[in-house]
T-cell receptor, first 113, second 113 residues
Framework: DQQVKQNSPSLSVQEGRISILNCDYT??????FLWYKKYPAEGPTFLIS?????DKNEDGRFTVFLNKSAKHLSLHIVPSQPGDSAVYFC????????????FGKGTHLIIQP | DSGVTQTPKHLITATGQRVTLRCSPR?????VYWYQQSLDQGLQFLIQ???????AKGNILERFSAQQFPDLHSELNLSSLELGDSALYFC????????????FGPGTRLTVT
């Protein structure tokens, strides 16, 4: 039973355009959401997070949107750059984090020149 | 560089054997988390230790165990290894017991033959 789902295994976007990565979750106890970025042969790197009391959080080129009623979040990258090519993982945690982080299977983002 | 170190980088062993993976958290971080990433799965949370005590348990097999030492480094012990245990094992750390912004090590790739 996958509680965090990233339904697009890969996404190809042209350099300079907007990249939109999507994530759905099923567990209504999830209260905090994070995005991680992973390059080959490296560990995941924390990118941006959002609490359930907000619907948007922005950090430079990265914006995360949360729609609690739809149990959906998305990561927007504007403008997309070649260095953004990586696997992006969505993760979620219940309040207090008693069960650790639950990760999706990831979306491989490819930025084309 | 996240500041989290993991050794060894690669490990090849035979079925039925026992191995120990080691993790040193970022300076000042009190929590250590262990994750398993198999080929067809996302990151699966195994276990969390906070300041030497077990705090949260995920999908960790009974053949696996972990501990966190007084200097806060952690070891993950995998015994009676099976072919299906071949995976990338990541360690992550965070400042507090809440697993929000975690910092990941580069991982240990375990191959069981």
């Amino acid at each position: 039973d996958q509680q965090v789902k990233q339904n697009s295994p890969s996404l190809s976007v042209q350099e300079g355009r907007i990249s939109i990565l999507n994530c759905d979750y099923t567990n209504s106890m999830f209260d905090y959401f994070l995005w991680y970025k992973k390059y080959p042969a490296e560990g995941p790197t924390f990118l941006i997070s959002i609490s359930s009391i907000k619907d948007k959080n922005e950090d430079g080129r990265f914006t995360v949107f949360l729609n609690k009623s739809a149990k959906h979040l998305s990561l927007h990258i504007v403008p997309s750059q070649p260095g953004d090519s990586a696997v992006y993982f969505c993760a979620a945690s219940p309040l207090g984090g008693a069960d650790g982080l639950t990760f999706g299977k990831g979306t491989h983002l490819i930025i084309q020149p | 560089d996240s500041g989290v170190t993991q050794t060894p980088k690669h490990l090849i062993t035979a079925t039925g054997q026992r191995v120990t993976l080691r993790c040193s958290p970022r300076s000042g971080d009190l929590s250590v988390y262990w994750y398993q990433q198999s080929l067809d799965q996302g990151l699966q949370f195994l276990i969390q230790y906070y300041n030497g005590e077990e705090r949260a348990k995920g999908n960790i097999l009974e053949r696996f165990s972990a501990q966190q030492f007084p200097d806060l480094h952690s070891e993950l012990n995998l015994s009676s290894l099976e072919l299906g245990d071949s995976a990338l094992y990541f360690c992550a750390s965070s400042r507090t017991s809440v697993p929000y912004e975690q910092y990941f090590g580069p991982g240990t790739r375990l191959t069981v033959t």
